[in-house]
């Protein structure tokens, strides 16, 4: 199979799914029928008003919990390739990840040293 043919099927898989939802939305628009009610557009939390506006602005100390987390997330993204890959190139691949795992304990670290662990 050419490589012309597997983008014109690469292509016709992409448009059959993008008709499928568009009919699957025209569907429910035909069939369905919205009604306007009050509360519709309101934001609501848990079935109950917010007294807060939509526009909230978080407290810096949350964003500590967002760059730890995101630098464990990275390194699990990072380690199930590296682990397929660890016996095809061995010592050099485990100096690597000993790089990489080095930078991200220094991030741990920081994070411990600013509180972002501590409960409160």
């Given at each position: 199979?050419?490589?012309?043919?597997?983008?014109?099927?690469?292509?016709?898989?992409?448009?059959?799914?993008?008709a499928?939802?568009?009919?699957?939305?025209a569907?429910?628009?035909?069939?369905?029928r919205s009604?306007?009610?009050?509360?519709?557009?309101?934001?609501?939390?848990?079935?109950?008003l917010?007294?807060?506006?939509?526009?909230?602005?978080?407290?810096?100390?949350?964003?500590g919990y967002?760059?730890?987390?995101?630098?464990?997330?990275?390194?699990?993204?990072?380690?199930?390739?590296?682990?397929?890959?660890?016996?095809?190139?061995?010592?050099?691949?485990?100096?690597?990840?000993?790089?990489?795992?080095?930078?991200?304990?220094?991030?741990?670290?920081?994070g411990?040293?600013?509180?972002?662990?501590?409960?409160?």
């Amino acid at each position: 199979m050419t490589q012309l043919a597997q983008y014109a099927i690469l292509l016709g898989l992409t448009l059959g799914a993008f008709a499928f939802v568009a009919s699957l939305y025209a569907l429910a628009r035909a069939i369905g029928r919205s009604l306007d009610e009050p509360g519709k557009d309101v934001p609501a939390s848990s079935g109950t008003l917010s007294r807060d506006p939509v526009w909230v602005r978080y407290h810096a100390k949350y964003f500590g919990y967002a760059l730890l987390f995101l630098a464990f997330d990275m390194e699990m993204a990072f380690m199930y390739p590296w682990a397929v890959v660890y016996r095809e190139e061995g010592l050099v691949a485990l100096l690597d990840m000993g790089v990489f795992l080095a930078i991200l304990f220094l991030g741990l670290l920081y994070g411990w040293s600013q509180g972002a662990l501590r409960r409160q």
